[in-house]
């Protein structure tokens, strides 16, 4: 992270805890875990593939107007930093995929209050969405949507997690003949691997212990419900906690 970055990262920091927000330690764990990446890259250049050049202040100017993402992807737009596939923030085309997979044969109930921007791919058609709110928040979680296996994910509370699972995916399985780091990550949290190098039981074990400790206060993550991993229907309260349509 360059002097200007951090600078930027940490009034970003400040600013969270001077709104009078309950601020998270999301973004502190953004930061240790972009550092360990930055490390892992100076000696597997292979990894650079993976690298977010962060656009400046201009990076969010697509975001309409009234809604604020969330501090830790608004930190890797504007100063750079790590994605586990193709980065593709803000992609605003796909904004009603996550309500249209949620409610399939019905509309919304009220207005909702939560506006769902593409972050980018981790493999393919497998998408990653980040809740934009009307009010700021520090860190928010990630949700999943495969356009070829069809399963709906929360999984990932926070961007420092799905990164911290990435790393952990690099560290036991490396990069594969394809030059990627196996995608698949981002199911074996919830889910033991099937079809997958021995290894990746290690990697599912060790997501599986990480993911007891991830957490959020995001109003869109329901611990109770969540981490989850499904092509079936959602139950009503995480529905409706995902629009923000909860009274």
Do not use: N
């Not at 000696?43 to 830790?72: F, K, Q």
């Not at 036991?172 to 990550?185: A, K, N, T, Y």
């Amino acid at each position: 992270m360059d002097r200007d970055a951090r600078e930027r990262f940490v009034r970003r920091l400040v600013g969270v805890h001077t709104a009078g927000m309950v601020a998270s330690d999301g973004l502190a764990e953004l930061e240790r875990v972009t550092a360990q990446l930055d490390d892992r890259a100076r000696s597997d250049p292979r990894l650079e593939r993976y690298r977010v050049a962060g656009g400046g202040p201009r990076a969010l100017d697509g975001i309409p107007d009234g809604w604020v993402v969330a501090d830790g992807i608004a930190h890797i737009a504007e100063s750079g930093g790590w994605w586990p596939g193709e980065w593709q923030f803000p992609e605003l085309s796909l904004c009603d995929t996550v309500p249209t997979v949620l409610t399939p044969s019905a509309e919304p109930a009220g207005e909702p209050g939560v506006l769902w921007v593409g972050v980018g791919t981790v493999w393919e058609r497998d998408w990653f969405f980040s809740p934009a709110l009307r009010e700021r928040s520090a860190d928010a979680p990630l949700c999943g949507f495969s356009g070829q296996a069809l399963w709906l994910s929360m999984v990932f509370p926070t961007e420092a997690a799905i990164l911290e699972a990435f790393l952990v995916t690099y560290d036991e399985l490396g990069i594969d003949e394809s030059g990627m780091v196996d995608p698949f990550f981002v199911e074996w949290v919830t889910a033991r691997p099937a079809s997958a190098p021995p290894a990746a039981e290690r990697v599912h074990r060790r997501l599986a212990d990480l993911s007891r400790r991830w957490s959020t206060k995001h109003p869109c993550w329901l611990p109770d419900v969540m981490p989850r991993l499904s092509d079936d229907d959602w139950p009503p309260g995480a529905v409706r906690a995902m629009l923000g349509t909860a009274p």
